[in-house]
């Protein structure tokens, strides 16, 4: 199974896909949150930074902290497109964005309910407008890996050959 993944996953879709999905992940709750929950746009930022700097970086207004915050979300981001990748890999476009979606739900479940062990102060922000920008995340994710992903074409390549 992991020579499998390891020689059919197309890996340079992975980045690319985990990449358009934090920013979509991030206009949305950027957008919405003053609408919504009138909260600054920015807090976000300060909550994906606290994770490495710890509960400090929610008071910290500085260009730094919410560079810290960006450059983690992106990192986290693409980690779980590794996992959308591997789960929804050679399934379809379709699969891919269904799929998808239900693992950003999951992974919505992960980090508010098992991360708030290590980082008390998330439990904070859980909202359903977070929910569903998990939700967009991984769809969004998943759609774009799969649109980028050779496997598939591949497979029709060989079978027009044949």
Do not use: C
């Not at 020689?7 to 206009?27: E, H, M």
């Amino acid at each position: 199974m992991v020579d499998s993944v390891k020689n059919n996953v197309t890996w340079r879709a992975i980045p690319i896909a985990g990449f358009i999905g934090s920013i979509i992940f991030l206009a949305l709750i950027m957008i919405l949150n003053p609408i919504l929950n009138n909260v600054d746009s920015f807090f976000i930022l300060r909550y994906f930074a606290s994770i490495v700097q710890g509960s400090e970086a929610l008071v910290d207004e500085s260009v730094l902290t919410l560079i810290i915050g960006i450059a983690t979300h992106i990192v986290l981001s693409i980690f779980f497109a590794l996992v959308i990748a591997i789960v929804i890999h050679r399934w379809g476009l379709i699969v891919g964005i269904v799929g998808g979606g239900i693992l950003g739900l999951a992974f919505y479940s992960i980090n508010f309910y098992t991360m708030t062990v290590f980082f008390p102060w998330m439990a904070a922000i859980d909202t359903p407008l977070l929910i569903a920008g998990h939700i967009v995340f991984g769809a969004v994710t998943g759609g774009i890996y799969e649109s980028l992903d050779h496997y598939d074409t591949d497979l029709i390549d060989q079978g027009a050959g044949s």
